[in-house]
């Protein structure tokens, strides 16, 4: 009898393997990261334009969903090319020693309807913050998802703005970051 009980579990096994959250592939002509910050009262826009992730998300099954969202530093833009070399440098991003940064999460609470939180941390330089980002699930089909968002950061918690940068009076230390993912079931 135990034989006959332990082949119905190793045949029912890849089905249970399978049963997790969908995973799902960043589609980039359909998701950005943008950010804007304040220098001299003025915002100063800007978005990275290379990201990856291993999103496996259900609004069904929120205690198993998890998200890793890889952004390349290097591939920062903005309307002006001095400020975005700027931002590479050691003093800002410092993309040649942390190429990356890399947000984590797998703590999602439901807030509303179609409304979310990720609790969740954000490595920037070699600085790592507990994060949250509220996002709406604007769709969401068994072959394709969309989510909205934003986040509030502090860049002095990242050590974003060396020496001189440290200060607050020109540039704020509030940045806030957009996001849209675009997503097909992987």
Request: hydrophobic share 45%.
């Amino acid at each position: 009898m135990m034989k006959k009980i332990l082949a119905v579990f190793v045949l029912l096994f890849p089905v249970f393997c399978f049963a997790d959250n969908p995973a799902w592939q960043i589609v980039p002509k359909d998701s950005e990261i943008l950010f804007t910050a304040t220098q001299n009262g003025a915002p100063v826009a800007g978005k990275f334009t290379q990201f990856k992730g291993d999103i496996q998300f259900d609004p069904a099954q929120l205690k198993t969903s998890h998200v890793r969202i890889v952004i390349n530093m290097a591939s920062v833009t903005t309307d002006y090319a001095d400020v975005a070399n700027t931002l590479k440098t050691a003093d800002w991003f410092n993309s040649a020693v942390f190429p990356e940064a890399i947000f984590t999460a797998s703590d999602f609470t439901k807030t509303g309807d179609k409304l979310y939180e990720a609790k969740g941390s954000l490595t920037i330089r070699d600085k790592t913050v507990p994060t949250v980002l509220e996002f709406k699930l604007d769709e969401f089909t068994p072959t394709k998802a969309r989510v909205t968002g934003l986040a509030m950061l502090k860049r002095l918690s990242f050590g974003v703005g060396q020496g001189e940068w440290q200060k607050t009076d020109n540039v704020k230390d509030d940045v806030q970051v957009q996001f849209t993912i675009g997503a097909i079931r992987g």
